[in-house]
């Protein structure tokens, strides 16, 4: 099993600037030394989508809505996934979540039924 928990959320002005962060545990086995990880949103009333994703080999893949405005990393040592948001619009407005899958995909897949461990999410509120 994978731990998934994020934090960063909040209530930002347009134009501002937020770090989602999300820590996670890593399982103790050779065998799942290759894996993916990505951030999702879902506004209400929409589908959950695939914002940025990042694999075992530092690859990145982001989704053509948010190119230039949302750098997704990783800090190894702490075992955190980070997404920066530059330049925030209402649009992204959203519950942002988290989540991994075993397998080191190229570029990581950016689809939700590709991944099987998700965290709780952490609210992001966008005003005009």
């Known amino acids: 099993q994978v731990q998934l928990v994020e934090s960063g959320g909040g209530s930002v002005q347009a134009g501002g600037s937020l770090r989602l962060s999300c820590q996670f545990s890593?399982?103790?086995?050779?065998?799942?030394?290759?894996?993916?990880m990505a951030w999702f949103r879902q506004a209400p009333g929409k589908e959950r989508e695939g914002v940025a994703g990042?694999?075992?080999?530092?690859?990145?893949s982001y989704a053509d809505s948010i190119k230039g405005r949302f750098t997704i990393s990783q800090d190894n040592v702490k075992n955190i996934l980070y997404l920066d948001i530059a330049d925030l619009k209402p649009e992204d407005t959203a519950m942002y979540y988290c989540?991994?899958?075993?397998?080191?995909?190229?570029?990581?897949?950016?689809?939700?039924?590709?991944?099987?461990?998700w965290g709780q999410g952490t609210q992001v509120t966008v005003s005009s």
């Open positions: 890593r399982v103790p086995n050779s065998r799942y030394s290759k894996y993916c």
């Open positions: 989540a991994a899958r075993f397998g080191g995909w190229k570029p990581p897949p950016l689809t939700a039924t590709e991944y099987n461990f």
């Open positions: 990042f694999n075992s080999d530092g690859d990145t």
